[in-house]
């Protein structure tokens, strides 16, 4: 069970000011939508004091969905790709 310690970090993130839709897609977006959504996203995690914390927790439990750490899924996929082949 995961301890609340773990993730306080998660209290000081840029995205507690913004509407979380604003970080996870609806199942029909496509193109420049989701591409304009996930450019505001990442505009938060570009200011955000706990990126790292962020994207590694995303890393860590292969988040499935979102924008974590200033990444998009795709984006975190390559990156463990690139990890597992050094």
């Known amino acids: 069970m995961p301890l609340i310690e773990v993730y306080e970090w998660q209290y000081e993130g840029a995205?507690?000011?913004?509407?979380p839709e604003t970080f996870f897609s609806p199942e029909s977006e496509r193109g420049p939508r989701r591409?304009?959504?996930?450019?505001v996203?990442?505009?938060?995690?570009?200011r955000c004091p706990?990126?790292?914390e962020?994207?590694?927790?995303?890393?860590?439990?292969?988040?499935?969905?979102?924008?974590?750490?200033?990444?998009?899924?795709?984006?975190?996929?390559?990156?463990?790709?690139?990890?597992q082949a050094v």
């Open 15 to 19: 995205c507690t000011e913004a509407d």
């Open 54 to 83: 962020c994207l590694e927790h995303a890393l860590s439990v292969r988040e499935p969905y979102g924008v974590w750490g200033g990444l998009t899924i795709g984006e975190r996929n390559n990156l463990l790709t690139r990890r």
């Open 35 to 39: 591409h304009s959504r996930e450019a």
């Open 41 to 46: 996203a990442k505009s938060f995690c570009a």
């Open 50 to 52: 706990v990126v790292n």
